[in-house]
């Protein structure tokens, strides 16, 4: 069993950065995948970002475009979501979630692959 907790969200303009975190429970935290998800009003949670187990492997939505970058401390058990050059568009609630297994792309950026979550933090990105 792994508990989430995320923390940084905020309002925010935009050309902005925020950094988010994920504190998670328990002794096993390297060894669950960590993802970012984010979910805006009327919309599907959508894929964001996912950090292996050691962090050696990394994927990003295509919208991230080189303006996010997720990180983790195993050390700490948190993950982080570094997001800089915010847009409105960037608008939602953002979800952090744990997984054990890796995998391509198509599987560690899908939500039903992920067992736990955290309850949400809400980022708004003004114009």
């Known amino acids: 069993q792994v508990q989430l907790v995320e923390s940084g969200g905020g309002l925010v303009q935009a050309g902005d950065s925020l950094r988010l975190s994920c504190a998670a429970s328990g002794r096993t935290f390297s060894s669950y995948v960590m993802g970012w998800f984010r979910q805006a009003p009327g919309k599907e949670r959508e894929f964001v970002a996912t950090?292996?187990?050691?962090?050696?492997?990394?994927y990003y939505a295509d919208f991230v475009k080189g303006r996010f970058t997720i990180s983790r401390d195993n050390a700490k058990n948190t993950v982080y979501l570094q997001m800089n050059s915010l847009k409105p568009e960037d608008t939602a609630v953002y979800y952090c979630?744990?997984?054990?297994?890796?995998?391509?792309?198509?599987?560690?950026?899908?939500?039903?692959?992920?067992?736990?979550w955290g309850q949400g933090t809400q980022v708004t990105v003004s114009s």
């Open positions: 979630a744990a997984a054990k297994n890796w995998g391509p792309r198509t599987v560690v950026g899908d939500p039903k692959r992920y067992d736990y």
């Open positions: 950090i292996s187990w050691g962090g050696g492997s990394i």
